[in-house]
């Protein structure tokens, strides 16, 4: 069974920075893409960043310049850097990995930017 974990969540204060990590365990075949997803309260879900397994990276205009994508294939992990937070970043946010025609999620990780 594939789970994907994610970690490193919690609050911190505007222009501070938090790093996320998600890890897929459980056999997984043909992973490509992996990414980043957030929801606010009251908003849909949206793309942060995702990262393919060559490292071709995309990110939402909102955080470019801030938050950095990478991932370790062999350890099946992605990260996210998120310097120069904002109170705008609250959200939860979702791990997501792509395989075959399969989207896999994490549980997510609350972030939150005190003012």
């Known amino acids: 069974q594939v789970q994907l974990v994610e970690s490193g969540g919690g609050l911190v204060q505007t222009g501070g920075s938090l790093r996320l990590s998600c890890t897929v365990s459980?056999?997984?075949?043909?992973?490509?893409?992996m990414g980043w997803y957030r929801q606010a309260p009251g908003k849909q879900r949206e793309l942060v960043a995702i990262?393919?397994?060559?490292?071709?990276?995309n990110y939402a205009d909102s955080v470019k310049g801030r938050f950095t994508i990478s991932r370790d294939n062999p350890k099946n992990t992605a990260y996210l850097e998120m310097d120069r937070l904002k109170p705008e970043d609250t959200a939860a946010y979702y791990c997501?990995?792509?395989?075959?025609?399969?989207?896999?999620w994490g549980q997510g990780t609350q972030v939150t930017v005190s003012s």
């Open positions: 459980g056999s997984i075949f043909r992973l490509n893409a």
């Open positions: 997501n990995a792509h395989a075959g025609v399969t989207d896999y």
């Open positions: 990262i393919t397994i060559g490292g071709i990276t």
